[in-house]
């Protein structure tokens, strides 16, 4: 089956860093990306639409500057956690859908970010 | 942000016990689709329903469209150890543009 692949799996950084987690789709293209957060016990909230050489789409509350979202080709995209502070400390998943298979959506396995 | 009603949110079931679990949701979807997540692991899709109606199976899992397009049950049959997790039924909208939402999730709990 398709295959979504996240990296890393786990960070650590110190609080007031940056850190990137890199979503990739390994054996189909997505124009379309969609990132969400994962806190412990809880479903999954989308963060935002990841769109290949466009601007990502923010679901409300999510600040677009503080979790940077790159798609620059059909197989990768991209959030960054910039200044990071402890309540970022979350579960990160991407999910990502092949071109032409309908509505089937495929998740990574996710990323734990831990901000100390 | 938005999220479907799903239920139970936990069940404490006897291995060998069928499964129920259901989701509703007060618009129209267009998918659904029914997950499973093992613990540090991102979700692993189980069954994807597209037409109103549809009845499909997975092996033991068997997860139903409803007619109204407003909900979808997931049954699990003759339950086994490694059933044991949280599934999440989530679905798209319709118009809009494949945005996946999701339920609170069912944790299911098998005594020994």
């Known amino acids: 089956g398709a295959v979504v692949s996240q990296h890393p799996s786990r960070v650590i950084c110190k609080s007031g860093t940056s850190v990137k987690i890199e979503c990739r789709s390994l054996d189909f293209q997505a124009t379309t990306m969609f990132w969400y957060r994962q806190f412990p016990k809880q479903s999954l909230m989308l963060m935002a639409t990841s769109n290949e050489g466009s601007k990502a789409t923010y679901e409300q509350g999510v600040e677009k500057d503080k979790f940077l979202i790159n798609h620059a080709s059909l197989t990768l995209s991209t959030l960054t956690v910039t200044s990071a502070h402890p309540e970022d400390s979350s579960f990160y998943i991407c999910?990502?859908?092949?071109?032409?298979?309908?509505?089937?959506?495929?998740f990574g396995e996710g990323s734990w970010l831990t901000v100390v | 942000g938005q999220q479907l009603n799903q239920s139970p949110q936990s069940m404490f079931i006897q291995e060998g016990e069928d499964v129920s679990m259901n989701c509703t949701s007060s618009?129209?979807?267009?998918?659904w689709l029914w997950y499973k997540q093992d613990p540090g692991e991102g979700p692993v899709l189980l069954i994807a329903?597209?037409?109103?109606?549809e009845l499909t199976s997975n092996g033991r899992l068997t997860a139903q469209f409803g007619i109204t397009r407003k909900d979808s049950f997931l049954n699990i049959s003759a339950s086994i150890p490694s059933d044991v997790g949280i599934y999440f039924c989530a679905g798209q909208e319709v118009n809009r543009d494949d945005k996946i939402i999701f339920g609170k999730g069912t944790r299911l709990h098998i005594l020994p």
């Open positions: 329903l597209y037409k109103a109606g």
């Open positions: 999910s990502a859908a092949p071109l032409g298979a309908g509505n089937t959506i495929y």
């Open positions: 618009s129209i979807f267009n998918t």
